[in-house]
């Protein structure tokens, strides 16, 4: 079995111009062009030759270009061309396409494809970035036949939304590619796409942490900059190419990088992060900052250019409309009015609560054998109920509970969603005919939530902490979901204790003692929700926030903490 790889290349509209020599693998980055970085990231399957498969007419002068920027290149031949060559391949052997389009972010872990290779009839892999949105989030309206708005609904990346934005690298068996006769196309999407009409079994491996669109100028800006700080040379003196040259008179300015046979012109100014490619020329007085020039550009005499990608004589600026301008983008700033908690606490609650549960089991363990077994006898099912909650990060676990409702209770709560008494997500009404005698027993004097300790143990849940809520309930409000999940869930919290509508559970006062707590949780704070649990326990009464949280916290919030028929909640806080 052999492994042959191919870089597939094509030329953007920002990137065509006059010369012929310009494309995707061309573009300059750091000390060298596209196809090296690109090669970098396939080294493990790069080792040997590789051949260049342009979705374009190719040129002895492109061709010339594409083999000074790389070595290791073997062929350079349009797609139709290295498609009939292939077929003379042994069939055992494997074809991987790596598309620049979409560009990984990091280095791709092939151990786990090497498995997969492995198996037979194995059919095609295709290793696929997924489709993010701003937020980690996005909505869609449903209308009527009328054009009224049925619903609206939101998805979350990580969850909900499960869409591709491009794909990076396809493996193909050879075998499929004679047999399945693909001869012809513009990229992986429309390869995968004919290699499943034609009944070839593919698989999509995500791309971890993700890839950029190079379609688009501004993402080939972003790659340009991390490929300079990667080189270290962020916040260094410019770097200048032993045949590029530099009137005394102009001025590098930061982070510049200047390719062989580049000339600047006097009194021009390159402020950086800025690449100059290959020949590429910047006229006498032109200011050009945070820029990327192709091999060959001309930069206009007292031309002025920022946050461009150049390409022949004409540049392209940051509202060029290519599409979204990275397949992975960064995580929002964090609110710069939240104070970053101490690390110490989160690391040594870690450590303590499992020890605390772990003594709390045994003390309890009589009690827990005498309540299994009074449900064992009372009803047919289960001892325990775990269903599926979000912990720290978004992860998902099983939160165990004592069985309180009848088997099939989860099934028949849709036909009960009429009599839900409570807003938001929740589900509570009274006198609920799914639980049983037991379970109301347990339930009224919280004893269904011991079996929580097991999960305090493995480290999945803490004593403190805001409740243990599944996904359907956290998508609701996207900051909140946020803040709750930086911490881990725990069987008692501020909400529970603190809650002026108890029976009604006002969905906004369970944000708001949610937030509450993620931003003033302390040792001090856990020990005084632990003192009003037992009170709540024992009395049923309501605690005051003020009694548990500083009170510069609470002004902060502007939590006046008045009785329950006074009481405010501060909406913005949510």
Not at 22 to 29: H, K, N, Q, R
Not at 205 to 225: D, F, I, Q, T, W
Not at 271 to 293: D, Y
Request: glycine share 6%; net charge neutral.
């Amino acid at each position: 079995m052999g492994i042959f790889p191919a870089l597939l290349d094509r030329r953007p509209a920002y990137l065509d111009d006059d010369s012929g020599r310009s494309s995707l693998l061309l573009a300059p980055v750091a000390g060298g062009s596209l196809i090296c970085e690109l090669h970098a990231r396939f080294e493990q399957v790069c080792q040997d030759s590789i051949s260049v498969v342009a979705t374009f007419p190719t040129t002895p002068a492109y061709t010339a270009a594409i083999r000074a920027a790389c070595r290791e290149v073997r062929d350079v031949l349009p797609v139709h061309e290295f498609m009939a060559r292939f077929g003379g391949y042994d069939l055992k052997d494997f074809l991987v396409i790596i598309d620049p389009a979409c560009f990984p972010l990091a280095p791709i872990d092939w151990s786990s494809i090497a498995q997969e290779l492995s198996k037979p009839q194995s059919g095609a892999i295709h290793i696929v970035a997924l489709e993010e949105n701003p937020g980690g989030t996005t909505e869609r309206v449903q209308l009527d036949p009328a054009g009224r708005v049925r619903r609206i609904q939101r998805y979350y990346d990580s969850h909900t939304w499960a869409f591709t934005r491009g794909i990076a690298c396809s493996i193909v068996p050879a075998a499929t590619l004679v047999a399945a006769d693909c001869s012809n196309f513009a990229d992986l999407r429309e390869l995968r796409h004919e290699l499943m009409l034609r009944g070839v079994p593919s698989r999509d491996l995500p791309l971890v942490p993700g890839a950029l669109n190079l379609e688009n100028p501004r993402a080939l800006l972003h790659l340009s900059e991390y490929c300079l700080r990667a080189a270290g040379s962020a916040h260094s003196s410019p770097v200048i190419a032993a045949s590029a040259v530099v009137d005394p008179t102009a001025q590098l300015v930061g982070s510049v990088c200047v390719h062989d046979d580049a000339l600047v012109e006097a009194g021009a100014r390159v402020i950086g992060p800025t690449v100059i490619g290959r020949a590429a020329r910047v006229g006498a007085r032109a200011v050009v900052a945070q820029c990327l020039l192709a091999p060959g550009a001309r930069v206009a005499t007292d031309s002025m250019h920022r946050h461009s990608v150049l390409a022949g004589t004409a540049s392209i600026g940051a509202d060029f409309d290519g599409g979204d301008e990275a397949i992975s983008i960064d995580h929002m700033p964090v609110d710069a009015g939240v104070t970053a908690k101490d690390a110490l606490y989160p690391r040594l609650k870690a450590i303590v609560e499992p020890c605390l549960a772990s003594l709390a089991v045994l003390v309890l363990s009589p009690l827990l054998l005498l309540i299994a077994l009074i449900i064992k006898l009372e009803s047919r099912g289960p001892v325990f109920y775990g269903d599926i909650r979000e912990t720290l990060g978004g992860r998902t676990f099983r939160c165990w509970k004592f069985r309180t409702m009848i088997v099939g209770a989860h099934a028949k709560q849709r036909e009960m969603l009429t009599t839900n008494q409570v807003d938001g997500p929740q589900f509570k009404i009274d006198h609920d005919p799914r639980i049983t005698r037991v379970g109301a027993w347990l339930r009224r004097l919280s004893l269904d939530e011991l079996p929580q300790l097991f999960n305090i143990i493995v480290g999945e849940m803490s004593l403190i902490g805001p409740r243990p809520s599944p996904f359907r309930e956290n998508q609701i409000c996207i900051p909140w979901r946020e803040a709750r999940l930086s911490v881990r869930p725990g069987i008692s919290g501020l909400w529970q204790v603190c809650r002026a509508e108890r029976n009604s559970g006002d969905f906004h006062q369970w944000i708001h003692y949610d937030l509450l707590y993620v931003r003033n949780v302390s040792l001090m704070v856990d020990l005084r929700l632990v003192v009003a649990t037992c009170v709540t326990l024992t009395t049923g009464k309501r605690i005051p926030a003020a009694r548990v949280l500083p009170a510069t916290a609470l002004r902060a919030a502007g939590d006046l903490d008045l009785s329950p028929s006074e009481a405010t909640y501060d909406s913005a806080s949510a």
